[in-house]
């Protein structure tokens, strides 16, 4: 079955540093994928989302690419910030159902 | 245009007792997706209803664990008999109506922490 798999964490970085976390998926069809944003005691959050290849998604500096040949879709930021500290989560739907990954945490220290 | 809204926030259960967690879609949407939080892992899907269906429920454990969503009021969780291992985070979503080939996103909630003790 479809299903995501991303890099474990957790992600200690400095404030300004730049931001990789790997994303790779297995679906038999075309999904959409997406990187949610879960802050401490709340709620996912849809921080950016993709919904065919060579997509780029893009929001509040972080940005991601729909890469299809390597069925990747790793979230970047340049230089990120104490309050980007998190648990991000790379997911994909195909239909109704969203398949999500285990979740990175992300701590960026000042 | 309020979120998705759930509530309780925090639940705490002994065991053997019943859980109820309430979940009010966004205003407009008619499909409700229940997911598992466990503690440091990501989310897993469990049910996904619309106004009085259950299209899939094949993420639902078998036993103690049942979902509804009525034509009034909200999307409602309920766990018979909870044991230690139901401490999760549940977080429900909701969406417009999902089409073939056509994405829509999913809203979520903040969650309800169940803690059974």
């Known amino acids: 079955g479809d299903s995501v798999t991303q890099m474990e964490g957790p992600v200690t970085l400095s404030e300004e540093a730049f931001l990789t976390i790997n994303c790779t998926y297995t679906a038999t069809g075309y999904p959409s994928l997406f990187w949610y944003v879960q802050y401490p005691g709340e709620g996912l959050q849809l921080l950016l989302k993709?919904?065919?290849?060579?997509d780029k998604g893009s929001n509040k500096g972080f940005e991601a690419t729909y890469r299809k040949e390597t069925t990747s879709f790793h979230l970047e930021k340049g230089s990120v910030q104490v309050s980007d500290s998190a648990v991000y989560f790379c997911?994909?739907?195909?239909?109704?159902?969203?398949?999500f990954g285990a979740g990175t945490r992300l701590f960026v220290k000042a | 245009n309020a979120g998705v809204m759930q509530n309780p926030r925090h639940l705490v259960r002994r065991r053997g007792q019943e859980a109820r967690l309430r979940c009010s879609p966004m205003?407009?949407?008619?499909?409700v997706y229940w997911y598992r939080q466990l503690p440091e892992e990501g989310l897993k899907f469990m049910v996904y209803l619309q106004k009085e269906n259950i299209i899939d429920e094949s993420g639902m454990p078998k036993e103690r664990f049942s979902a509804e969503f009525p034509k009034e009021g909200p999307s409602i969780l309920r766990i018979q008999q909870v044991v230690r291992g139901d401490s999760a985070a549940y977080f429900c979503a909701s969406s417009l109506p999902r089409r073939t080939g056509r994405d829509t996103e999913a809203f979520f909630g903040q969650g309800t922490r169940l803690t059974v003790v």
């Open positions: 205003k407009g949407h008619s499909h």
């Open positions: 993709a919904t065919k290849a060579d």
């Open positions: 997911a994909l739907s195909e239909g109704f159902k969203t398949i």
